[in-house]
């Protein structure tokens, strides 16, 4: 698996075997009526001064949706009120798949994007291969993505390395910030590297109920965490429903992990996320519960209570995904 490719941990060759996605309708678009109007709570996207829904599109999804498929997904996040679209250069055919809602609807969506390569002249060219995929002029958010490795990382924030293609970049009006993503049990901490070398305006990192009973990755999360709201940088999480590796069971879902599927655990699990203040979190990469995960969203009210998550945990055996 290339990580890459999977900042949402989206199962490419899965998605191609999948039926049409169905706009939201029945007992899989979650709770909410006809009649209602959803409200997805918004909060600043750090220093950029963009109110961003709470709940931000991860477009690993549309990897390889049609556009037919990728326009039903637009009427859901436009239903929900979602205004963040978070994308790469690495996700297939996403960025081609978007372009067409940033032409329907111009100013609507804060747009952001990734390079993966870790040279200055890779990553330059990516970035305006993205801007033409895109098609447009600019972009709000420039990440590094999935800056984990010890020698990619050293490579990238080196002189002739990526981040001088994203300086440049933004330099030049082509993108207005820039920052860093990645997963696993280790990337908090490398963050916090990150955070060290260079002013970033955003960071992308794992954070979920079960990711934070480890005390390595809680302690690190906790002081990139606290670094964030100091100099006001962005969090944006991800892997908020996510249950177990799949361990050999049958794949349902697109995701290379088993996601939460009922929309009660859903719920929960989001719920947990959003009782943080002062972060956001992606959508996973399954278009099919994108409509559950905006539902669970739209009706946060309150955190869960501690005995209510080891209730789940203990039912669903829930596991670490990362180790």
Partial sequence: MNPIEDEYEYDYAL????????????????????????????????????ES????????????????????VLEVLLRYGINHIDVAAAYGDAELR?????????????????TGLRTYDDAKRQIHESL?????ERFDL???????????????????????????????GLVRFIGVTG?????????????????????????SYIMMQNPYYADAFERVAAICQERNVAMLTIKSIARAPWWGRERTRSTWYEPFNEQSDID???????ARPGIHFATAGDMHLLPKVLDAADRFTAKPDDAAMQEQQTRLEMRPIFV
């Fill in 132 to 136: 033409k995929r895109l098609e447009v």
């Fill in 98 to 114: 978007v372009a067409p809602w940033l032409r329907k609807h111009p100013e609507r969506f804060f747009l952001a994007t990734k």
């Fill in 15 to 50: 998605a191609v075997d999948r039926a049409p996605f169905p706009l939201a309708t029945g007992p899989d678009r979650g709770s909410i009526k006809p009649t209602e109007t959803p409200m997805i709570e918004k909060a600043l996207f750090g220093r950029t001064g963009h």
């Fill in 142 to 172: 420039i990440q590094l993505h999935s800056l984990a490795d010890p020698i990619e990382w050293d490579i990238a924030l080196s002189p002739k390395g990526a981040l001088e293609a994203c300086i440049e970049a933004r330099d030049q």
């Fill in 53 to 72: 829904t709470r709940a931000v599109f991860g477009g690993a999804g549309l990897a390889k949706a049609t556009q037919e498929e990728a326009d039903q």
């Fill in 268 to 274: 929960q699990a989001v719920h947990w996320v959003l």
């Fill in 183 to 207: 997963h696993g049990s280790q990337i908090a901490a490398t963050h916090l590297r990150s955070l060290e070398r260079f002013d970033f305006d955003s960071v992308l990192l794992p954070y």
